[in-house]
Structures are given as C-alpha cells and as structure tokens.
C-alpha cells in the first residue's frame, strides 16, 4: 500500500506486554498486535509485522482485506458489533466512517503530535496515543485514547462529539480489542446477592457472548472480568487476555468471533433511550475499557490489575505502600437497628481491648429510622435515639485510639421520610403519576437534580465537619428501575452515575483522608469507576467463611487484598445459618482487609484471646499481604484451595490452607505452593491458631519426633505436638509439595514461609 501522509505504526512496551497501533492510510486505528512483548522493532520490523498480520481477502467479502478498528466500522467491512452507532432525528448518519485527522502521543508526561512523514515509526514506554477522528460528511468528530500503563495493562475510550447543526444520538459507543482465534474459552461471572462472582467457563464459538447489565449499578451478577484464554487456563498456566469495564451505571461486556476469522473482547457503557443524544457541540465519553494479557494463567492477570490500583495517588486512604489498613468492627450483626449508646460503648471497648483500630456505627442512627420502612434522605442525628448527638459515642471510640466510621446510604430515598413528602419529584420516576416497584421500602433519590445532589452533599458535609468521621460505609440496596426524571419522563442512570461520582470526588476533596467504602447490596458495586475513588469494597453481605471462600477468591482477580473488606463473622452466619470455628471463620478472613461482624458480648473468654491471636497476626502480615503477589494453586476439583501471597522478592510468603468440602480421596496428594523461587531454600513454618480441629490426620512431616519411615507412626489423630518449621528447598515446594494432612471439611491453617539466607546449607 502506498505511504499516506496519516500513516503511523506506535510500539508500545511494558511490564512484558507489547502494543502495536496502526493508522495505514489515515484509517482507524487497528492493534497489530497485543500480548507478549515482541522486543525492539524498528520501522523496517513493524513494516514487516504489519505485512505478516495484514489478513487474506475473503472470496466472499470485500475487495481489501478486512480490517478490525479499536471502533469497528462496517466502512472497513467489519460485519460484527459496530463500535459506533448512532443517528439524527430524520435517520441519517448510521454508518459512520471516521478517519484519523492527527496523532498526540504523551509519554511520562510530556505530549508532542505526531509528524507524518517523521514519525511513521515510533517505539516508545508506557505512553498515551490519542487520536483526533473525524466523518465530516455526518458531522461527528472523536477521540479515540489509547494507553499502555506501567502495569502493563490497555485502556481504550472513546468521545464523540456532534459538529453538526442538529442533535444526534449515539446508541453504542463501545471499544474493542482483538484477541488471537487460539484463545477459545471464556471464563467471566455471574451470582446474587450473597453468592457474588461466581464464575462460569464456556467454549467461546462464532458469534457473540454478550453480557449486559442494566440494573443501574454494577450488580451482584456482573461479568466482573470476561477472560478470553486458551483451552484449560487456570491460575498459573495458559494464555488469556481479558477486558473489565470501568463504570458503575449500565454497561456490557462481549466476545465476538466472525466467520471471516477474527474475533474481539470488549465492552462499555449502556445506554438507555435518549441517554446518548448529543445536541449541536455536546460530547460523550465511554468510559475505560481495561484490558490485560497473561502468558501465564489468570494469576498474572490479577497482578497486572492490583499493580495498576496500588498506583494510586493515595490507595486505601494512604499513600501506598503505606499499608496500616484499620483492623475494623462493624457493630451491623451485633446490634442491628437497636442503638444504645452504653451497649455500643461496651462493644467499643471490647474492640480497643483486642486491637480493633475502627469502629464503625451502621444503619440506624438518623431520622425516623428505626427500622428499614423510614427515614431514607433524613440525614440528621435522630433526637430520639441520640438525644446528645453522636459525640459521645465518637469521643469514646477515639479516646480508645480507634478511628470512627458512619454508615450512609445517600443514592436512597424511602417514601416515609421529611425528604419525600417535601420534595417527591426527588424521587427516580417516569412520572408523578407511575412510581417504580419499591425495592426494601425504598426508592431511588434522583442525583441527577441539581437541587437534590446539593442537599445530600450538604447533609453529609455538615456531619464531616462537625465529627470526627474517618470512614464512610456507603452503601446502595436497590436496583435502579423505571429510573427517569419525573419532570421530563427521559432515562437517567448515565447522569446518575456521574452525580455519584462528583459527589464522591468533592466530599474526598473537602474532607482530605475521609475514607469510603463502596457497599452495594454487599458486593453489587465493584468496578473500576467506583474503584478511581473508593478506599475499599464490601465483597458481600454474607461473611459465612465457607461462601466467602469462592468470593474472595474471585474477587481477587480485580481487587487487591487491602481494598476488600474481609471480617470475622459470628459462631452461626446471620446469612446461612451455618456453624463455624473461630479458626475457620478468621482464616478465611486473613487474607483481606480485616474486620469483625459480631457481637463481642457474646464472645467466651477463651474465644476473646484466639481472636487478639488472629488480630494480631493480621498487623504482623500486612506489608506482606498488602504489597505482595496473590498466588493460587491448580488443584483441579480438588477440594482443598491453596491461597498465597508472596513477597516481590519471594524471600517471604503467607499461604491459607482451606478445606472448602470433603474430598471423595483421602489424602489429597501433595500441597504445592506456587511462585515460590525454585532454586532457594525455604524454612516453612505451620501455624494451627485455636483449638485442634477434630478430623484431622496429620502427615510426618508436620508432626514433632516422627519418623517417615517408621511404619504407623505418622498417623495422629486429636491434638498432636506439631512441629515448629520444616526446611526444605524451594524446588521441592514447587513442583512436588508437601504431603497433605487429611483435613475436616470447612477448616484451615497456615503455613508462613521465608527464604533462608544465602549460603545457608540446602536442606
């Protein structure tokens, strides 16, 4: 093809991940390539990339070869989802045809446009590639952003702009990304409320695997991640490249496989009727598209992600890798709407006797709320229940040391509340006349009014400044249905979505080191819109440890540790009813940010010290478990999951042993601990924190004065004299383990290992 002044070819490498972008003949850009870094390549080498990966004609298509646009366009003979649609009000400009106008590229930042002729080859670093787009003929311009971040991640969004005279109205703005045909499994997730991100693995096919969400928050059920891999990926094996849609509001994911033998991975905003229409001058921005590759497994995948939040300015409240994350204590499941301030004191002292570094006061403290019928919108300290305000509980919890933490849920407004019966049109409606479906007695109050998103701002800015608050519970337990401005009947869950997040931005930046938590019915608000802003996510409303299990676990793949909070649950699960050990239930909570959801009054003395134990476990660990690289072992269908994190380094890790079902074998073979380094020697210590399980049989290896070889000897059952350590080289823990014990179903332990110093004789 014939050199054209708007042709660029950009290499972008990071953190092993190389991205190639193509503008030949002034066209869409196209990716050439995204996956494993290809290493330098010149001009002459992305020539040759770009003449190697240009497809056949088709004998049956168009007369060019095919090309797949980061928005493709049926223009390039793309036949698949467009990533533009969109028309004015007499049905013009349907099939859009942008083509680039000029290339901006910022490196450490530092911008300079691209020069054609100059810069038709250009390698770089991380780096963003904006291209200026343009259909002059329809009147459209846009933006196309591309960016590779340092953690080796892809971000792609786009902004349309309307330049003509009269309104148009986009119906999808939604980015894509090619991926490779070997790639031909899709692994994303689905759940409710209490079961959050369950996941679910099919063989992708032609066609399209669409996940769409319009529940008007990222909901319980979401795709999470859709992950695109070669057959039989698992957390260390397999290549995978995998998109997350970083918004709160509406949104989809999708796979798509072409018969002309292409297929792409993305996703977007979803946009209700109306939502999208741009008048003469107006814009609209999709939200980012994130995309990783993994050349190994679905743990790499997770560490890109942790890599890129961990970046932020401040992460969890601190700067990183500041990682003091309060141990905390929600008195929710110890006292519910009851609120009594001497009980709450006691709580509080208990919570400051153990270790607890926050407190947080849950849904009942305002209004008329003394149930979840009222006061919704009300966000004054209710007279009745707190009749000297909330400072002498607050002063109490902060004469403890500890910081204070207040429940808020600001996007709700309930119909039996002073909010409502002042302002209806306030509440989310089609009209006056056709309220939706009450959801918990609630409705939702439109933010999307000027007036309405003033007096929640208001309300919870005057409670900042007059308490010393430090933490925010925010939570949100309805689905946005019917959800419309009452006065003009038009959709707003796209202005809703944007209100949240000027509302959270301008209370954080009055209110320097206010911490949020993004609670959602539990876990129905995890994304990477809510994740810019927030300080932590709740993962669910169930803190069953044996439920939690599968959560966290899946959880993990976007969100690292320190974001997700992770409590100690109650003897009996307020959710499932289900009994549990202390030592379960804390296990299964280590590995997060830490907290308790129980009431201490009713905690035995001798339950009271396993859990300082625990706590304090927690506090030694958190450097570890807050800076370091989340390991999962393969295990097949096996029923004990092996959970680990390891230092950067790997001279330290911490691994949870958790039996989450009883196996049809016993024992289970060998316990393998992945990413540990092979060619070091390693002293592992095993840690049994509370009374011994019954069930159990542990193996030689773990037991003080057995010999292996001694026949009967290494079978012990009740409480055995456990060993202390055990050395063995990094080799051996690698790739043959340790032999199993046989484990009672929903028990744990721990095993902490550190590298043994250089030169230390191999054991």
Request: proline share 7%; net charge negative; glycine share 10%.
């Amino acid at each position: 093809m014939p050199a054209d002044p708007r042709t660029h070819r950009l290499h972008l490498r990071a953190a092993g991940v190389s991205l190639v972008l193509d503008t030949t003949g002034g066209r869409i850009p196209a990716v050439l390539h995204w996956g494993s870094d290809l290493g330098p390549l010149d001009a002459s080498g992305l020539s040759a990339l770009f003449a190697v990966t240009t497809p056949a004609i088709s004998s049956n298509g168009p007369d060019v070869p095919l090309r797949t646009g980061l928005l493709p366009q049926n223009a390039d003979g793309w036949l698949g989802r467009p990533g533009l649609t969109g028309a004015r009000d007499d049905g013009s400009g349907t099939a859009p045809r942008l083509r680039v106008l000029g290339v901006r590229i910022t490196e450490g930042g530092a911008g300079r446009d691209l020069v054609p002729g100059a810069d038709d080859a250009v390698e770089t670093g991380p780096a963003l590639v904006c291209f200026d787009l343009a259909d002059e003929e329809l009147r459209l311009g846009a933006l196309l952003e591309v960016e590779l971040l340092p953690s080796g991640l892809v971000r792609v969004r786009a902004e349309v702009t309307n330049t003509g005279s009269d309104a148009y109205t986009v119906q999808h703005l939604t980015p894509v990304l090619p991926v490779p045909l070997d790639a031909d499994q899709i692994l994303d997730f689905g759940g409710r409320w209490t079961k959050e991100r369950a996941p679910q693995r099919r063989a992708m096919v032609t066609g399209t695997h669409l996940r769409e969400n319009r529940r008007g928050r990222t909901g319980a059920d979401a795709a999470h991640l859709l992950h695109l891999g070669t057959s039989g990926f698992d957390f260390s094996s397999g290549e995978i490249w995998a998109v997350h849609t970083a918004f709160s509001g509406n949104h989809l994911h999708f796979a798509e496989r072409l018969s002309a033998g292409v297929q792409v991975i993305g996703g977007g905003e979803l946009l209700l009727p109306g939502e999208g229409r741009l008048d003469p001058g107006a814009s609209l921005a999709s939200p980012w598209l994130y995309g990783a590759h993994s050349a190994a497994g679905l743990d790499a995948i997770a560490h890109r992600f942790h890599a890129h939040l961990r970046a932020r300015e401040e992460h969890g409240g601190l700067p990183y890798p500041d990682t003091r994350r309060p141990v905390t204590l929600n008195v929710w499941e110890a006292v519910y709407f009851d609120h009594d301030l001497a009980v709450l004191s006691e709580l509080a002292d208990r919570a400051a006797d153990l270790g607890v570094e926050r407190f947080v006061l849950d849904d009942g403290w305002f209004g008329s709320r003394r149930d979840d019928s009222t006061g919704l919108g009300d966000w004054t300290v209710s007279q009745e229940v707190w009749p000297n305000g909330l400072g002498p509980l607050i002063d109490h919890v902060t004469g403890l040391g500890m910081q204070f933490g207040l429940w808020f849920e600001p996007e709700m407004i309930s119909p039996d509340s002073d909010l409502a019966r002042a302002h209806p049109d306030w509440i989310m409606a089609p009209s006056p006349e056709r309220m939706p479906l009450p959801a918990r007695h609630q409705q939702v109050l439109n933010l999307s009014i000027p007036a309405a998103w003033q007096h929640v701002h208001d309300a919870i800015d005057a409670l900042l400044t007059e308490y010393d608050i430090a933490y925010i519970k925010w939570d949100h337990n309805r689905d946005l249905v019917e959800a419309a401005t009452q006065a003009t009947g038009a959709a707003a869950v796209h202005a809703q979505t944007l209100a949240l997040y000027r509302l959270w931005d301008s209370l954080k930046a009055a209110h320097p080191g206010l911490e949020i938590e993004s609670c959602s019915s539990g876990g129905a608000r995890v994304d990477l819109g809510i994740l810019e802003r927030a300080d932590r996510i709740w993962v669910s409303d169930c803190i069953d440890p044996l439920e939690r299990a599968t959560m966290n676990r899946w959880t993990a793949q976007l969100v690292p540790l320190e974001l997700m909070g992770s409590h100690i649950a109650s003897g009996a699960s307020h959710t499932t009813g289900r009994l549990h050990s202390l030592s379960f239930r804390a296990a299964s909570a280590l590995l997060g940010h830490l907290g308790i959801e129980w009431d201490l009054r009713q905690a035995s003395a001798e339950e009271l010290e396993e859990l300082r134990t625990w706590i304090a476990r927690h506090k030694e660990h958190r450097d570890l478990l807050f800076t370091g690289d989340l390991v999962r072992a393969d295990r097949g269908q096996d029923s004990i999951w092996i959970t680990g994190v390891l230092s950067p380094a790997r001279d330290r890790g911490l691994f949870t042993v958790t039996a989450v079902d009883t196996p049809d074998i016993a024992p289970v073979g060998a316990l393998r601990l992945p990413g540990l380094d092979p060619e070091r020697p390693y002293r592992v210590h095993l840690h049994r924190i509370g009374p011994a399980p019954t069930g159990y049989t542990w193996p030689a290896w773990a037991r003080q004065g057995v010999d292996p070889a001694a026949d009967g000897r290494g079978r012990g059952y009740g409480p055995p004299e456990l060993i202390d350590h055990v050395d063995v080289p990094g080799s051996v823990l690698v790739r043959t383990g340790l032999a199993a014990p046989v484990m009672a179903p929903e028990t744990a332990f721990l095993l902490e290992v550190e590298a043994l110093p250089s030169g230390s004789p191999r054991p």
